[in-house]
């Protein structure tokens, strides 16, 4: 069947929209990048993230953007088919490269990073080439920020915005702040604030929260401050302090699972996947709040679970993986 883009037809479809690269993690963990004696590639890429998350939850996804017509990029498409990802929105650019990012874990897992994009193909995504019928078959589109720094991709990001709200699509969006890819820190902050108003599901980290809101209080208050009408759900992670959820009639906590933290990458795409999993067929979850602390707290655990395995795509949870974890965590 042509119809669907080679997706199957039970539950909705999430379609992630950005890049998709490659980041090098050093062998060793907490040293610097000129320290580290060698490097490991590991497929990532927020919003490709998002949709292996969705796809090894049982969810339905598909990913929009470009790739280098070289290794790397035919890798990376190669991955996502592996997940059940369906792979119909992606194109080759066979002038510039898969983008490549080297990334470092420092002693608390934290994360240091250095981009290889002078341009990459996912920066030369350019409208015309968006599919737009797998686009408008979505029930949720998906998105994060690095895809509105430079021409052509900013279009496309706009347009495919426009198409999926058009069709009926719940807007969802991760600004994933990375200041070193932009010309400056309020450009970056103009630029992820250009399009707010649009998504009904925002989620933020709160050194995002703080970025954003030039606060340095992770507050009911500060939160609220990014609050839009068209919003029905603001969440701000707080790391292995859980989150906070803000919605139009209620707000509050959900607590997080204690783990040993070996890498954060992909923690927040993992909470992001899950989330859009439980959402995706239900929205009215989002006004029910003891469905949605319910739905919060797997997706906590999807987050938690990523963070105790190097990497991001392969320390995606798979449904299993999730029962014996939360029935560990009763």
Same mark, same amino acid.
């Given at each position: 069947?042509?119809?669907?883009?080679?997706?199957?037809?039970?539950?909705? /479809? #999430?379609?992630?929209?950005?890049?998709? /690269?490659?980041?090098?993690?050093?062998?060793?963990?907490?040293?610097?990048?000129?320290?580290?004696?060698?490097?490991?590639?590991?497929?990532?890429?927020?919003?490709?993230?998002?949709? #292996?998350?969705?796809?090894?939850?049982?969810?339905?996804?598909?990913?929009?953007?470009?790739?280098?017509?070289?290794?790397?990029?035919?890798?990376?498409?190669? !991955?996502?088919?592996?997940?059940?990802?369906?792979?119909?929105?992606?194109?080759?650019?066979?002038?510039?490269?898969?983008?490549?990012?080297?990334?470092?874990?420092?002693?608390?897992?934290?994360?240091?990073?250095?981009?290889?994009?002078?341009?990459? %193909?996912?920066?030369?995504? =350019?409208?015309?080439?968006?599919?737009?019928? /797998? !686009?408008?078959?979505?029930?949720?589109?998906? *998105?994060?920020?690095?895809?509105?720094?430079?021409?052509?991709?900013?279009?496309?990001?706009?347009?495919?915005?426009?198409? %999926?709200?058009?069709?009926?699509?719940?807007?969802? *969006?991760?600004?994933? &702040?990375?200041?070193?890819?932009?010309?400056? %820190?309020?450009?970056?902050?103009?630029?992820?604030?250009? #399009?707010?108003?649009?998504?009904?599901?925002?989620?933020?980290?709160?050194?995002?929260?703080?970025?954003?809101?030039?606060?340095?209080?992770?507050?009911?208050?500060? %939160?609220?401050?990014?609050?839009?009408?068209?919003?029905?759900?603001?969440?701000?992670?707080?790391?292995?302090?859980?989150?906070? *959820? *803000?919605?139009?009639?209620?707000?509050?906590?959900?607590?997080?699972?204690?783990?040993?933290?070996?890498?954060?990458?992909?923690?927040?795409?993992?909470?992001?996947?899950?989330? &859009?999993?439980?959402?995706?067929?239900?929205?009215?979850?989002?006004?029910?709040?003891?469905?949605?602390?319910?739905? &919060?707290?797997?997706?906590?655990?999807?987050?938690? #679970?990523?963070?105790?395995?190097?990497?991001?795509?392969?320390?995606?949870? =798979?449904?299993?993986?999730?029962?014996?974890?939360?029935?560990?965590?009763?």
């Amino acid at each position: 069947m042509a119809s669907n883009n080679g997706v199957n037809d039970d539950g909705g /479809l #999430i379609v992630s929209f950005g890049e998709m /690269l490659i980041d090098f993690v050093p062998t060793v963990s907490g040293v610097s990048l000129a320290e580290a004696p060698g490097f490991l590639k590991a497929p990532g890429g927020a919003p490709a993230n998002v949709a #292996i998350a969705v796809s090894r939850l049982g969810g339905k996804s598909a990913f929009v953007g470009k790739l280098g017509d070289d290794e790397f990029g035919h890798m990376l498409a190669g !991955i996502l088919k592996e997940n059940g990802v369906s792979g119909n929105g992606i194109c080759f650019d066979q002038g510039a490269r898969t983008a490549l990012a080297f990334v470092t874990l420092k002693s608390d897992g934290d994360r240091e990073f250095m981009f290889y994009r002078n341009p990459s %193909a996912d920066m030369l995504l =350019t409208p015309d080439e968006l599919n737009l019928e /797998l !686009i408008r078959s979505a029930k949720v589109f998906h *998105y994060g920020s690095i895809s509105l720094i430079v021409e052509p991709c900013r279009s496309a990001h706009l347009k495919a915005m426009e198409v %999926a709200k058009d069709a009926g699509a719940l807007l969802s *969006y991760d600004p994933n &702040l990375r200041l070193p890819l932009w010309p400056s %820190a309020k450009e970056a902050r103009e630029q992820i604030m250009s #399009i707010w108003d649009k998504a009904e599901v925002i989620k933020v980290s709160d050194n995002e929260l703080e970025f954003l809101t030039g606060s340095d209080k992770i507050d009911d208050e500060s %939160a609220m401050s990014l609050w839009h009408p068209n919003l029905k759900l603001l969440l701000v992670t707080l790391g292995d302090k859980g989150c906070n *959820y *803000y919605t139009k009639h209620f707000h509050g906590t959900v607590g997080a699972f204690q783990v040993k933290a070996v890498d954060t990458t992909g923690a927040g795409d993992s909470f992001v996947g899950a989330l &859009l999993t439980k959402i995706v067929d239900d929205q009215s979850v989002l006004e029910d709040e003891g469905k949605l602390k319910e739905i &919060l707290r797997y997706a906590c655990a999807c987050g938690a #679970i990523t963070t105790t395995k190097k990497g991001a795509i392969p320390a995606l949870p =798979t449904v299993p993986e999730l029962d014996v974890f939360l029935n560990a965590h009763h």
